[in-house]
């Protein structure tokens, strides 16, 4: 049981525990990451792009996303080398904990589609992060109502809404 979420239960929910990346290429789960609308992530070992490494295709049904516990990840999306790539388009809450490594949510260039409907980031125990978005990025995030950063190294932030 993931403490402290709150599911929806006419959603389409999927958690998991990934303790090692060589799960991540068999095709039931690869359909089942395409269908899901709530997805909670724990643990990630072996992944460093959320992204790029469970759905190229930029996870099109998602509402929410969590993310915790991740020692290796460095991004959410890196898409640095890939020409108009859209993610998550429909995502509309994004939480992430404890995921120490983490240095950019969105590393590369992104459709102006990416992210437009997200209305509220959580962000907690990310020391290494850079930055939330990029001032280009933040221009499509119309939509954004709620920020909550805690306990992050402000040192080591940019200005670009941090």
């Not at 060589?22 to 792009?49: A, C, H, M």
């Not at 990840?73 to 994004?94: C, D, T, W």
Request: aromatic share 8%; proline share 2%.
């Amino acid at each position: 049981m993931w403490s402290g979420s709150h599911r929806n239960e006419a959603s389409r929910t999927l958690t998991l525990k990934i303790n090692s990346s060589s799960y991540l290429g068999y095709k039931p789960i690869k359909i089942l990451l395409k269908r899901t609308e709530d997805l909670f992530l724990d643990v990630l070992n072996g992944v460093q792009n959320v992204l790029h490494e469970l759905d190229e295709e930029g996870f099109p049904n998602l509402k929410h996303l969590h993310v915790r516990n991740g020692v290796e990840l460095l991004y959410i999306v890196n898409s640095e080398g890939r020409i108009h790539y859209n993610a998550f388009q429909m995502l509309k809450v994004l939480r992430l904990n404890n995921l120490i490594n983490l240095e950019n949510i969105c590393y590369g260039p992104l459709k102006e589609t990416s992210f437009n409907k997200l209305r509220t980031v959580k962000v907690n125990k990310c020391d290494r992060l850079k930055h939330l978005f990029s001032i280009s990025m933040a221009k499509s995030l119309s939509k954004l109502q709620e920020i909550e950063v805690c306990w992050l190294n402000f040192q080591q932030m940019s200005p670009s809404l941090a």
